[in-house]
């Protein structure tokens, strides 16, 4: 049994005794866990004292963590990002390993943050507590402030002016903040603050007076206070200043974004950090060397597709692939990372319908630093964001520096130049030359097929690529480890000395899936033009309510990768999985990009049948209109002295005689097809009696002739 940090060992006699691994030694032999019921420090425990009640059946695994949460950053109160980042700077401080999991080592170390952070040992012991029972990432140190009290997320509204009263009277009336004088400051700000002559803030609600709060002086013509209303005070001004906007979104809006990454943003990690040891992932994207279709039409080709690897830089292991025909962004950089944190025969399974061995692909680690490029989508805020929810430090390599992240690079040329060859529609040296051949016109896999290809690739990197070049260490050689990606990752996983850690599939669903907004509706939960349903909106009756009282909206997250289901977060730790309705079933396979991309095709056929669609329009009101006018033109020859008498009084009477007239004509038009057929009978009766009459007088004219 491989024992992995973050792990959960339950007892199987006291379900609630469960244990979190919060470090495990370079030997792998010895590891330190934490009750998460109890208020504790680590205790050690050897790794084959575990191996071996893990065997009697004492203790298993558990899949499912109490303690994982879900909060979107936005959805924070101001307070409780302070104590948490507060207390994750403390963490970065004192958490050093193995100095933290010694008692004498820890108390020293308590003691100092104590004293840098103005703490008390007991709250320095607490976050420390807190951070290894609750899954060792920035998240869970925030405060329980959601299990008490009123909900943040509501501004209080005041009849009066909110604080201190004034030392000394002026002739300026000051009032509460209203919403109408937010939206002027919020105005005034985005006017004359965030703009790129970078005036001061003084300046700023200097304009915002004269432009909201003056009037036009009848004397001099120039514009003064208008004393006779409230005017919003400097304080105000800066208080909801500050309350709005963090100071990187002043420099992000002031200077620009290349100024904020170059000279402003955070640096973490670090460019020289040793990667001899698993852990280490690199992370690239490329576009695909192949033209590919629509699972949906495979008369529509879709063009390229774009493809990540996440490679271990140490073992030369492919962790992670990503393959989409969405541009190189965030939402195909999750996918990317989904893939590469989560259990890849799932994966496989769920996706592409596509079986895997256990052992094929057994990667399902989160790493301990991600190398990146500049890529646009590689310095985001998202993946800054990612990485700090996950504990994940995160290098980016100097621009134009491929060589630092070589082995990625590398895995691209490789794979793409082994699958050419085998597949229609890949592009060749002659690609745009004159004379040569359009590849498009032999695209014959859709994405789905194409990823299924490259998974097979890296099944047969990983495990059958023999690396001639790779540096083996000595313990290497004398354990007899042969240079194949496969086998050096898990000697390196065996060695515990990359640090790796797991996450289950809801925790992936929360930190690395996108998230949008949904409409629940009478048809169903409407979500990227398909319609969706789940127990919890079933037993709610979520689309009865929608048509009783109007639709809608609420926060889903889904996996660009699948159409076939989203989900949506009921609380800070449970999720509720929506599946398509059945009449939608048909797109359960299909990408999101194949769906935005057959919309198009729909919209453009549409438009292009406006015509005809408009031609056959009128001429049916045409039609309708030359019936109408034969029927009045009837009409008026049965006419007395230009009107028609109408016989209103027996309706009934009519319409018993009108159904005999055209029962009477049906009879009619039977009886004459009848008539039809008897003649066609006879008809042929008589040509046959005509046939076999010439027969016999030819019949006799030869046997005459034979006589002679």
Not at 300 to 327: A, K, P
């Amino acid at each position: 049994m491989q024992l992995v940090i973050n792990d959960l060992l339950q007892s199987t006699e006291n379900p609630d005794h469960i244990q979190r691994i919060v470090w495990v030694d370079n030997k792998n032999q010895l590891c330190f866990l934490v009750n998460i019921r109890k208020l504790s420090f680590p205790y050690s425990e050897g790794i084959h004292n575990i191996e071996a009640s893990f065997n009697r059946g004492e203790i298993i695994k558990v899949k499912t963590d109490p303690w994982a949460i879900s909060v979107d950053e936005e959805d924070l109160s101001e307070s409780e990002i302070e104590i948490r980042d507060k207390a994750w700077r403390l963490i970065n401080q004192i958490c050093l390993t193995p100095e933290i999991f010694d008692p004498k080592q820890r108390s020293a170390l308590i003691k100092i943050a104590s004293k840098d952070f103005a703490l008390s040992t007991k709250t320095v012991r607490k976050y420390l507590i807190r951070y290894w029972t609750r899954g060792m990432i920035k998240n869970a140190l925030l405060p329980d402030f959601n299990n008490c009290g009123k909900q943040y997320g509501m501004d209080r509204k005041y009849n009066k002016k909110a604080g201190r009263k004034f030392a000394y009277s002026s002739s300026i009336q000051r009032g509460a903040i209203t919403d109408e004088w937010k939206e002027i400051i919020r105005i005034s700000l985005e006017k004359y603050y965030f703009i790129r002559s970078k005036p001061s803030l003084k300046y700023a609600y200097q304009q915002m007076v004269k432009e909201y709060f003056s009037k036009e002086d009848e004397k001099s013509g120039y514009k003064v206070l208008d004393v006779e209303k409230p005017i919003i005070s400097y304080d105000q001004f800066y208080y909801w200043y500050r309350k709005w906007y963090k100071p990187e979104d002043a420099i992000h809006k002031r200077e620009g974004r290349r100024e904020f990454l170059q000279n402003y943003r955070a640096i973490t990690g670090s460019a020289t950090e040793d990667s001899m040891g698993i852990g280490t992932y690199a992370i690239d994207a490329t576009i695909g060397d192949i033209y590919l279709v629509s699972s949906l039409d495979r008369n529509i080709v879709i063009g390229r597709s774009i493809v990540y690897l996440c490679v271990d830089i140490f073992s030369r292991t492919i962790v992670g692939l990503g393959v989409g025909i969405e541009n190189m962004s965030g939402q195909s950089l999750r996918v990317a990372l989904a893939n590469t944190f989560e259990n890849k025969k799932d994966f496989c399974k769920r996706t592409l319908d596509m079986e895997i061995g256990n052992d094929d692909w057994p990667i399902h680690y989160v790493p301990h630093t991600l190398l990146a490029d500049r890529g646009s989508e590689l310095i985001s805020n998202e993946l800054t964001q990612i990485v700090e929810n996950l504990n994940i430090k995160i290098q980016n390599t100097g621009s134009y520096r491929p060589e630092l992240k070589s082995v990625c690079e590398k895995y691209f040329h490789i794979v793409q130049q082994h699958i050419s060859p085998f597949l229609p529609g890949s592009i060749q040296k002659d690609y745009m030359k004159r004379g040569g051949q359009d590849y498009r016109k032999k695209a014959v896999l859709n994405l789905s097929e194409y990823t299924q290809i490259l998974v097979r690739c890296v099944l047969y990197y990983n495990n059958h690529n023999f690396l001639s070049d790779y540096p083996l260490t000595q313990n290497m050689i004398d354990e007899k480890i042969r240079p194949i990606p496969i086998e050096i990752f898990k000697w390196g996983l065996h060695k515990g000395n990359g640090q790796l850690r797991t996450m289950l599939l809801d925790a992936i669903r929360s930190n690395i899936y996108p998230k949008s907004q949904a409409t629940v509706t009478p048809k169903g939960i409407h979500f990227g033009n398909l319609y969706y349903t789940c127990s919890k909106a079933v037993k709610e009756r979520w689309f009865s309510n929608a048509r009783i009282q109007g639709n809608w909206k609420m926060e889903v997250y889904y996996n660009p990768q699948s159409v076939a289901t989203i989900y949506i977060r009921i609380d800070r730790q449970n999720y509720e999985v929506c599946s398509l309705i059945e009449q939608y079933e048909m797109y359960r396979d299909a990408k999101e990009e194949e769906l935005v991309s057959l919309k198009e095709n729909l919209r453009l056929q549409k438009a292009e049948y406006v015509e005809a669609q408009m031609n056959g329009a009128m001429q049916l009101a045409q039609d309708i209109e030359s019936i109408v006018k034969q029927a009045k033109e009837k009409t008026k020859d049965q006419s007395l002295n230009g009107e028609v008498p109408k016989d209103i009084k027996n309706i009934r009477e009519n319409r018993e005689k009108e159904r005999e007239v055209l029962k009477r004509e049906q009879q009619a038009v039977i009886d004459q097809q009848n008539i039809g057929k008897q003649l066609n009978k006879v008809n042929h009766d008589l040509e046959s009696v005509n046939v076999l009459d010439i027969f016999r007088k030819k019949q006799k004219e030869v046997l005459r002739d034979e006589d002679k």
